[in-house]
Structures are given as C-alpha cells and as structure tokens.
C-alpha cells in the first residue's frame, strides 16, 4: 500500500533562517506531488505541484522553492525565512494516471513557526 | 478561474442531529469533481466524499452524502447523526477536468463544525 511521510512534524525557527521540509512517497510510482500551506483556521494554499522529476511549478509567487530531485521525493524549501511563511505545510500525492475523481493523499503536515 | 467558496466559517451541531455544511464553486469547464474533506484537531486530512460533474446522483457515503444541485454550482456537504467525533474543520475543494495531468485540487477556506453533547 502507498504511504506519504513528512518531516518533521513541528519546526520553529528563526526570521532570516533557511528552510527545507522533506516529502517522500512509498509504494508508488510517477505520482503527482503537492505542497499546500494553511494558516491558522484558514483554507489550504496550493504552492507548488509537480508531476515528474525535475518539474515544478509554482502558483503563488513568494519566498519559497521546491525541488522534485527523485520520483518519490519533493523537498520545500527557503533561503531565508520570513514571518508570513509561518503556517501549516502539508504535502500530497496524487497517482499520475489522473481522473477527475482522484482523491489527494495528504501526509501529516509540518507546522511551521518564524519567530 | 476556478474557485470554491464557503461561507460558513463555523458552525454548531447538536449530537445525533443533521447538519448542512454549504459549498459553492465557479468553473467554466463542464467536467469536474467535487470532493470534501475532514480535518480534525491533528491536523491530517481525511478525505470524505466525491461528486463528479457528470453524475447523476447525489453521491453518498456512510454518514456523508453530497447534495449536488449543478444549476445553481452547490456542492453541500450533508452529515447525518452527528457525533462528538465528527467536530473539525471541513474542506470543499475541486478539480476541474481541465487541469489535465496537474491534479490540481483548489480548496475553499473550510468551515469549523463543533458537535455539542
């Protein structure tokens, strides 16, 4: 069965301070990766999906990037932090052979606090 | 542009009774799908629900079901008995069959639903 593992769980780091949150997929192959943010009691953000290594795209602009460096893996990151990227990440996948009824599977999600 | 809206940012429940939890979207394309999604205190997000643009009835599941009324873009998420454990925030959230290979699921801005005892 497919898995979706996110790290870590709970980070707080400083203003000015890089950033990178990793996403792994087992069980699967060629998924479609997602990263959304959420801030607090809010909706969820699409920021960046990609559907094969190497390929990224962004829908918001902002202080964050992502890398897709293997199939299963996508990796969010920053060079320095600002306090709106606060929030919380959540990483998805989605198997690439897409219907209109494919649901998301969501991992667990890192909360993020810039101080 | 595609885009889902709820309009109800919290709502209250009494144990064991229905409750209504209201979306609208905006979509130029005629294929689609509707999905909810739950998110408790946790954080994860469980996925509920789906519609799709060309179904012909309402889907439902368990508890959950959907009530699609495609002339008037309403997608409300119905859930009957209500229990304690199903206090959370709820998502609406759509893909349009435009998106192609992307998978893109848009997301409205959730609605917090809390049971009372």
Known sequence: SQTIHQWPATLVQPVGSPLSLECTVEGTSNPNLYWYRQAAGRGLQLLFYSVGIGQISSEVPQNLSASRPQDRQFILSSKKLLLSDSGFYLCAWAPRTLTTNEKLFFGSGTQLSVL | ?117
């Open chain 2, 1 to 117: 542009a595609q885009k889902i809206t709820q309009t109800q940012p919290g709502m209250f429940v009494q144990e064991k009774e229905a409750v209504t939890l209201d979306c609208t979207y905006d979509t130029s394309d005629q294929s689609y799908g509707l999905f909810w999604y739950k998110q408790p205190s946790s954080g994860e997000m469980i996925f509920l629900i789906y519609q799709g643009s060309y179904d012909e009835q309402n889907a439902t599941e368990g508890r959950y079901s959907l009530n699609f009324q495609k002339a008037r873009k309403s997608a409300n998420l119905v859930i009957s008995a209500s229990q304690l454990g199903d206090s959370a925030m709820y998502f609406c959230a759509m893909r349009e069959g435009g998106s192609g290979n992307t998978g893109k699921l848009i997301f409205g801005q959730g609605t917090t639903l809390q049971v009372k005892p």
